[in-house]
């Protein structure tokens, strides 16, 4: 002990001696410099850009199912926003599992691999946690280490095996991981409806008994939900940092996940990092599946996860398989979850919108180019309306109208559908008349005006069959939306055409 | 012996039947989509967009083959999502898979709110009826079983068999037949041959996706007379393992999904027949998944589409 103090205080002495508050400095400079390099980094910035884009597109398009369902989605988003600043314990509860799963599927990511089967290794993981949260009793710190170390090992097992196939036998990960899923569950469900049923004459839930207190994780703050699995995802996120940037092995896997075949030039065994990437990943989601047993349920239940597997894909794929992209990721799915709950319970839009949001941003995401193609299409449209704003006005009243029309169809359809099928087909009919006029208009087509000239027409006729029905409702109904569209297509034809001649005189 | 009871081998049958149609008609609409190149895993999701419409569509129209149409339908558009995404976009196919199957869990459900205002089943509406066969009971020795299993058949029943023959007319004898499996195995020599891989592409994804809605809607206004929240329980997944198991052959995806289709027959039948299995029928249900595991790695190797998966790009000129 005295040569170490020894020694430290050589160090001190051959250095000067340097206040926290100056060290703290550097290092937040170096963060700070570390995070301006990466915002100047386009290729970074481009990531950024189509995530956010992809969410608030994502909100957009749930926005316009929530008008046509009826429902006010700016108080809607409001109370989900809301909800979710309030609940900020509920979010970083469900984010938790989410931070597990989504690391699981970015790693295996890093590896070329996609790990589409976490929800089958959370499940495996969260069974092994409560057979020895249940079955064996243990001392208060170490009962909890052990069952969260047998999950891992049951998820790495669960993750290991398809690593093999894929490594050894070629078979692809996607199907092999995607089927061990349903294979998981399934099996859990017999252990939790058979041998590992908690015994009792009434009892009839498939369900392991409760696990031994000593196996809990505390509760964070007081919450009633918030659980110190947090605080081990916080762990496992710095953890799978740190294992993909500043190690041996991260460094194999990513050399493998870029070119296989010239990592294996280069003399790393790719096969060997295809199964344990796999594996690890399998033991994150394994890890994940356990301390939401110990944390949260206190036993097996089955059916438990609702697919929290599944979203972990949608947290990698939102953090672009980053660990910190994937932390980020979690808490705005755990928000989404939390917030989606109190914009049930205050403005009656169903929780289910959330799951609609989810994947529409998934699609989103999955092409950014969809995004790209907006971004240039909106730049063409711009200079477009620079040169002929005549155009442009048609345009935008166009598109109130054909929205407008829409939406008034979908009343209709609501109303009178049950009464007079034949309508019904004309408006749906309209419709899809109306929607091909947009797209001509959005495409700059000059065919635009004249076909949305035709939907008016359209509308007109829906009029005349609802008199001829002697619907009187749907008279008042359909006439106005004719005469504004008849009125509006008119003006855009002249504009256009007048636009064009100009066009023409350059 | 019982087991051997002709009332009993003609019941199971039949429930082989009925488990088997979904099934075998996803997995066809599978086929279209990764024949030509597309991976579809958003099949499930499909499948749930289907069997929801046909419900709401006959609800609204009373009649249970309007709603079939709308089911079609519903399908194809999603399918369309999906082909628009992977492939003119050129986006990840999984995710957007992935997408399509939370989309379509996140629209039905939202969709038996709007419409019932209940959050587990909807409104019992009408069936598709079922046509009678008659005088099966007369054919000697196999009569009774016959009478049981195929004495009154739903028509998608009937329509599976026959679109077994179709897709194998289609996928090996017409020309877009040999586009669509030219696009999954070598895009680039169709291109050069002048047609549009891109089209190609989306006309198998939306065709996969009316198939899909097809299938749900058998489920829903087929089977059942109602949609339940997450009613196709995994069935997209096991139509897409009996399309890999199948080898992504017509015939192959009919006896995978007959086969599988049996599987789930048996869990039904056990509890009836052998009441001491009970317990295991769970691992009738895991067969499938394991099978198709085997199926890929083992000894009968199955080999995908050479190009499945992967957008195609036109080469630019520098």
Redesign the interface.
């Known amino acids: 002990m005295s040569d170490l103090d020894a020694g430290n205080q050589a160090v001190q002495e051959q250095r000067p001696p340097e206040s926290i508050l100056n060290r703290l400095k550097r290092y937040v400079e170096k963060v700070l410099n570390s995070v301006d390099s990466m915002m100047r980094n386009p290729a970074f910035r481009k990531q950024i850009i189509w995530t956010s884009a992809s969410i608030v597109l994502a909100m957009l398009v749930a926005a316009i199912i929530m008008v046509l369902t009826g429902y006010n989605p700016a108080l809607a988003y409001i109370a989900l926003i809301r909800g979710a600043v309030v609940q900020w314990d509920r979010v970083l509860f469900y984010a938790t599992p989410l931070i597990f799963t989504g690391l699981s599927v970015a790693l295996a990511f890093k590896c070329g691999l996609f790990n589409i089967g976490p929800e089958g290794q959370l499940y495996m993981g969260a069974m092994a946690a409560a057979i020895i949260g249940y079955m064996v009793s243990l001392p208060i710190v170490v009962h909890p280490l052990a069952c969260l170390t047998v999950a891992a090992l049951a998820g790495f097992g669960y993750g290991f095996v398809p690593g093999l196939l894929k490594a050894y036998r070629g078979a692809h990960e996607v199907v092999t991981t995607m089927m061990l899923s349903y294979t998981a569950i399934l099996f859990t469900q017999w252990l939790v409806t058979y041998p590992l049923k908690e015994p009792g004459e009434f009892q009839w839930i498939a369900q392991t008994p409760l696990l031994f207190p000593t196996a809990w994780l505390p509760h964070l703050f007081g919450s009633d939900f918030l659980h110190a699995g947090l605080i081990i995802a916080l762990f496992a996120v710095v953890g799978v940092h740190f294992l993909i940037n500043r190690t041996v092995l991260g460094y194999e896997l990513r050399a493998v996940g870029l070119n296989a075949e010239a990592a294996r030039t280069a003399g790393i065994n790719p096969k060997w990092n295809i199964a344990l990437s796999l594996g690890i990943a399998g033991a994150l989601a394994g890890v994940g599946g356990g301390a939401e047993i110990l944390g949260y349920h206190h036993r097996f239940r089955d059916a438990w996860s609702t697919g929290l597997g599944w979203d972990g894909i949608t947290v990698a794929v939102l953090g672009h398989n980053n660990p910190w992209g994937v932390l980020l990721g979690a808490i705005f799915f755990g928000a989404l979850r939390a917030g989606g709950n109190s914009m049930q319970v205050n403005t009656g839009v169903p929780q289910e919108m959330v799951t609609v949001i989810q994947g529409l941003i998934v699609v989103f995401v999955a092409a950014p180019r969809i995004i790209d193609w907006l971004e240039k299409r909106g730049i063409d449209y711009s200079a477009w309306i620079r040169r002929s704003p005549m155009g442009g006005i048609g345009h935008l009243a166009t598109t109130v109208w054909a929205a407008g029309s829409a939406i008034e169809a979908m009343i209709i359809i609501s109303f009178f559908l049950e009464k007079t099928p034949f309508a019904g087909l004309l408006v749906a009919l309209a419709i899809i008349v109306g929607f091909y006029a947009l797209t001509k208009l959005l495409a700059q087509n000059p065919a635009g005006p004249v076909v949305s000239l035709f939907t008016a027409v359209e509308w007109i006729l829906i009029a005349t069959v609802a008199a001829l029905l002697g619907s009187s409702d749907m008279v008042y109904f359909t006439a106005p939306t004719a005469v504004i569209g008849i009125a509006v297509s008119l003006m855009t034809v002249m504009s256009s055409r007048a636009s064009t001649q100009k066009a023409g005189g350059n | 012996m019982q087991a051997l009871d002709p009332i009993f081998i003609g019941w199971l049958l039949k429930t082989t039947l009925q488990m088997a149609t979904p099934l075998v008609i996803t997995a066809l609409g599978g086929m279209f989509s990764e024949r030509s190149g597309v991976?579809n895993?958003g099949l499930e999701?499909m499948m749930l967009v289907g069997a929801f419409t046909a419900v709401a569509g006959t609800y609204?129209?009373?009649n249970p083959w309007i709603g079939l149409l709308f089911a079609i339908a519903a399908g194809a558009a999603m399918g369309f999502?999906h082909a628009i995404?992977?492939v003119k976009?050129?986006?990840?196919?999984?995710?957007?898979g992935?997408?399509?199957?939370?989309?379509?869990?996140?629209?039905t459900?939202?969709g038996l709110?709007?419409i019932w205002g209940r959050k587990g089943v909807s409104d019992e509406v009408i069936k598709i009826p079922d046509i009678p066969i008659p005088g099966l009971g007369q054919i000697p020795f196999i009569g009774q079983t016959l009478q049981i299993a195929i004495g009154s058949l739903s028509p998608i029943i009937v329509t599976m068999f026959v679109l077994v023959v179709v897709c194998y007319y289609i996928m090996y004898k017409t020309p877009i037949g040999l586009r669509i499996r030219a696009a999954g195995e070598d895009p680039s020599t169709l291109d050069t041959a002048g047609v549009d891989v891109d089209l190609t592409r989306i006309i198998g994804v939306v065709v996969s996706g009316a198939l899909a809605g097809l299938g749900g809607a058998y489920l829903s206004i087929g089977f059942e007379n109602a949609f339940g929240k997450g009613m196709t329980d995994?069935r997209g997944?096991i139509a897409?393992?009996a399309l890999?198991f199948g080898n992504w052959t017509p015939v192959g995806c009919f006896l995978a999904g007959l086969f599988f289709g049996f599987l789930s027959g048996l869990r039904y039948a056990i509890p009836i027949q052998f009441p001491e299995l009970t317990?295991?029928s769970?691992?009738f249900?895991?067969i499938p998944?394991?099978l198709?595991?085997v199926a890929?790695?083992?000894i009968r190797?199955s080999i995908?589409p050479k190009a499945v998966g992967v957008a195609y790009e036109k080469e630019k000129r520098a």
């Open positions: 991976v895993i999701g609204f129209t009373g999502l995404v992977c976009f050129k986006g990840n196919q999984i995710v957007s992935t997408g399509i199957i939370l989309l379509g869990a996140g629209l459900t939202l709110e709007v995994g997944f897409l393992a890999i317990g295991f769970n691992f249900r895991i998944f394991l198709v595991i890929l790695a083992g190797r995908p």
